[in-house]
């Protein structure tokens, strides 16, 4: 399974929130949020192929191939209420994994948190995964997230630059095929002075959903948001419901 736990016991009642990560990044991005846990929350990290633990598998080829995979590795897990927290990226991944589990009859999640993330309709091609080693890693450390002493070591950036770019790759790729709106709400947040999302943006989520939705702006935060921002915007997000 996918799930990164961390060794935690998991809860029988709590309400799974499958934490998707954004493009080069992992599962951990979100084990900070694991101080979340209690008897009505359970933080799942979800880690993906080709990185960290799982760094011996091939890469995604597409967010569509993704998507598939993780749609029926998760499946088993749907036994009980869960939510979805997609970060720009993830939030595209959680997207078309909530349309396979409805097209399987599967339990459709609380809520689809979408964070710092364009709707699957507006089409997000920067070319990032195309530029030359020293631009490449000067745009990412304009965007932020990755550490700045990751960004100069060569070695590390090795093994990341490779992942970081299928990532871009495989967003810039991505081809939306127009479906129903999905049954469950869906909250998006994004920064005022996000580069990559504007709020304009955040807002079509809306078309997204036959559900409630809402948009709450973040204030001064980059496209990667501190640990601290995190937690309270999932604090925020699941407050009605667990």
Known sequence: MPIRRLGKPSSPTALRLLCLPPAGAGASIYYPLMALDSPSIEICPISLPGREDRFREPLPAS???????????????????????????????????????????????????????????????????????????????????????????????????????????????????????????????VSDCDPLVSVDHAQQWQACTNADFTLELLKNQPHIIPHEALTSVVQKALVHRT
Not at 130 to 142: H, P
Request: hydrophobic fraction near 40%.
């Open 63 to 189: 967010i569509h191939e993704l998507a598939q995979q993780l749609a029926r590795d998760l499946a088993p897990e749907l036994d009980r209420s869960y939510a979805i927290l997609g970060y720009s990226m993830g939030a595209i991944l959680g997207f078309e994994m909530i349309q396979l589990w409805r097209s399987w009859g599967c339990l459709q999640p609380q809520t689809l948190i979408a964070l710092a993330a364009r709707p699957p309709q507006v089409r997000f091609a920067l070319g990032i995964h195309d530029l030359s080693e020293e631009e490449f890693r000067n745009t990412l450390l304009e965007m932020g997230g990755t550490p700045a002493e990751v960004l100069s070591n060569d070695e590390a950036m090795e093994i990341y630059s490779p992942i970081i770019r299928c990532d871009f790759r495989n967003c810039d790729n991505y081809q939306y095929q127009p479906q129903a709106p999905i049954d469950c709400p869906i909250q998006s947040f």
